[in-house]
């Protein structure tokens, strides 16, 4: 089946710090890629929609300078979290559709501390 | 936005009970997905189901797109059954293919 690969899978860092996530379809080519954010015991929170080579679309109530989408290839999308603070401490987590016949496959998931 | 909610929060089972997961949207969907989040944070694709029946193994759902739920049954389970089950829907009318995630439902399977 279609894998998709999220790297790092926890990160811990100093408040202040940008992290970067990726995320990349490993077998199969992917024209849009989602970000969602999943707190403790809750549901997973879209947080925006790439399109490669295009610039993202950011859900409402998502700071676009903060985290910065990056969709150069139809394989890669990246996450940075900028100036990351405690209250960006979360678990992230990539999704990919299929261009060929548009089923969504998920990464593994990224959890950020940050202290 | 559409409202995906799923019931109940949590349940707890023992070893080769069965159970029904319900999820409850507030609009038309022409997509629908259940997922199982296992402990460590990986999501597995269960079904897609924007209506009908489909069944894998010990596993069965039952989407009525018309009433506006959407059920999944899980016979005989297993502690590898622990985890979250989600449903997630796509809203033809709320722009894009934007899959909206339930509350989900925590389940918790004993020996």
């Known amino acids: 089946g279609a894998v998709v690969s999220q790297h790092p899978s926890w990160v811990i860092c100093k408040s202040g710090t940008s992290v970067k996530i990726e995320c990349r379809s490993l077998?199969?080519?992917?024209?849009?890629m989602f970000w969602y954010r999943q707190f403790p015991k809750q549901s997973l929170m879209l947080m925006a929609t790439?399109?490669?080579?295009?610039?993202?679309?950011?859900e409402q109530g998502v700071e676009k300078d903060k985290f910065l989408i990056n969709h150069a290839s139809l394989t890669l999308s990246t996450l940075t979290v900028t100036s990351a603070h405690p209250e960006d401490s979360s678990f992230y987590i990539c999704?990919?559709?299929?261009?060929?016949?548009?089923?969504?496959?998920f990464g593994s998931g990224t959890q950020l501390s940050v202290l | 936005g559409i409202q995906v909610e799923q019931s109940p929060p949590d349940l707890i089972l023992q070893e080769g009970a069965n159970s029904t997961l319900r999820c409850n949207f507030s609009?038309?969907?022409?997509?629908l997905q259940w997922f199982h989040q296992n402990p460590w944070g990986q999501l597995i694709n269960l079904f897609y189901?924007?209506?009908g029946t489909k069944q894998n193994g010990r596993l069965s759902a039952t989407t009525v797109a018309t009433e506006r739920y959407s059920l999944l049954y899980i016979s005989s389970s297993q502690t590898t059954d622990s985890g979250v089950y989600f449903c997630?829907?796509?809203?033809?009318?709320?722009?894009?293919?934007?899959?909206?995630f339930g509350t989900g439902t925590q389940l918790k399977v004993e020996l």
């Open positions: 077998d199969f080519q992917a024209t849009t």
């Open positions: 997630a829907v796509v809203n033809p009318t709320g722009g894009g293919n934007k899959l909206t």
């Open positions: 609009d038309s969907v022409n997509n």
């Open positions: 999704s990919a559709r299929a261009q060929i016949d548009e089923k969504l496959f």
């Open positions: 189901i924007p209506s």
């Open positions: 790439s399109n490669e080579g295009s610039k993202a679309t950011y």
